[in-house]
T-cell receptor
């Protein structure tokens, strides 16, 4: 089955710096890759997603890149702000017969220091 | 407006005493999911419904059951909660599997 690895597990950056979180997946049939942000005590919320027919997607300070050949995708946050501090989860959807679900990575705790 | 609602937000139960958690949605989504999340770990999928089709994860304990009586509601029943079942339980919905999942606020379960 699909396996998603996420690195690093913790990441500390200074306000204004960039942050990059990387994920790898194992199932080449996976075709949907969302990123969720979860603030302390709150629900996970989608911040950006990408499908396998696209190599890069950007939304203001957030971008995601996908390398299907290498089976990895990355989240890039530029000009980080203290409110970006949260746990970020990547996920992959191995759409195949009777497998309609997301496989989550283990999460990255991002801390942005003022 | 709340789109995925979970009740109760906090539930305290005694060891072995059955408990039911509820989830409702106003999005008319086909898919509903139940996740268990412990202390900032990744959400762990317990089961999901695609319409009325029930999909159980292989490692979901038999102690956990689910019901989806209609499109809007889904229930998680824990028949005999153990101390290890203390966690946040998240309900989520999506239009289809490769679309955004909308999470509810969660129910924090404490087992005494």
């Amino acid at each position: 089955g699909e396996n998603v690895e996420q690195h690093p597990s913790t990441l500390s950056v200074q306000e204004g710096d960039s942050a990059v979180i990387k994920c790898t997946y194992s199932d080449s049939a996976s075709n949907y890759f969302p990123w969720y942000k979860q603030e302390l005590g709150k629900r996970p919320q989608l911040i950006i997603d990408i499908r396998s027919n696209v190599g890069e997607k950007k939304d203001q300070r957030i971008a995601v890149t996908l390398n299907k050949t290498a089976k990895h995708f990355s989240l890039h946050i530029t000009e980080t702000q203290p409110e970006d501090s949260a746990v970020y989860f990547c996920a992959a959807s191995p759409r195949s017969y009777n497998t309609d679900k997301l496989i989550f990575g283990t999460g990255t705790r991002l801390q942005v220091f003022p | 407006d709340a789109m995925v609602i979970q009740n109760p937000r906090y539930q305290v139960t005694q060891f072995g005493k059955p408990v039911t958690l509820s989830c409702s949605q106003t999005l008319n989504h086909n898919v509903m999911y139940w996740y268990q999340q412990k202390s900032s770990q990744a959400p762990k999928l317990l089961f999901h419904y695609y319409d009325k089709d029930f999909n159980n994860e292989a490692d979901t304990p038999d102690n956990f059951q689910s019901r989806r009586p209609n499109t809007s509601f889904c229930f998680l029943d824990i028949r005999s909660p153990g101390l290890g079942d203390a966690a946040m339980y998240l309900c989520a919905t999506s239009r289809d599997v490769t679309y955004e999942q909308f999470f509810g606020p969660g129910t924090r379960l404490t087992v005494l």
